[in-house]
């Protein structure tokens, strides 16, 4: 640490801090969740099975059904990708059976690729 503090100088070390403070940590801009919510980014598909399903399908594959009833209209969008917040659901049941029935709480911006 002292060779490098000796080749920068001491305005290479304070310019390395400055960057350093400049950088916000990862997901500092989103809200923070309740302990039943979950963030995930995917893709909302209208599947064939029944009559108006709707399957959220994660990033890491993990299938969610949308109530259409529940969720907002602008999420109900074959093909579309979003990141949402979810609420897993216990208490109901779908003939749809598509995967874990949630419940969408909110719309986030895709996070940065």
């Not at 002292?2 to 403070?21: D, F, K, N, Q, S």
């Not at 801009?29 to 302990?35: E, F, S």
């Not at 009559?51 to 529940?70: H, I, M, V």
Request: proline share 8%; glycine share 10%.
């Amino acid at each position: 640490m002292a060779r490098l503090h000796r080749r920068l100088g001491a305005g290479g070390t304070l310019l390395g801090l400055v960057v350093l403070a400049a950088c916000p940590p990862k997901g500092a801009n989103m809200p923070a969740l309740a302990t039943d919510e979950f963030r995930a980014t995917g893709t909302v598909t209208k599947t064939p099975v029944g009559a108006n399903c709707w399957r959220f399908e994660a990033a890491d594959g993990t299938g969610y059904e949308l109530r259409p009833d529940q969720a907002p209209a602008e999420v109900l969008s074959d093909g579309k990708r979003f990141t949402l917040v979810l609420r897993k659901r216990t208490d109901v049941m779908s003939t749809c059976m598509v995967g874990q029935i949630v419940d969408v709480i909110r719309i986030e911006p895709d996070p940065p690729q």
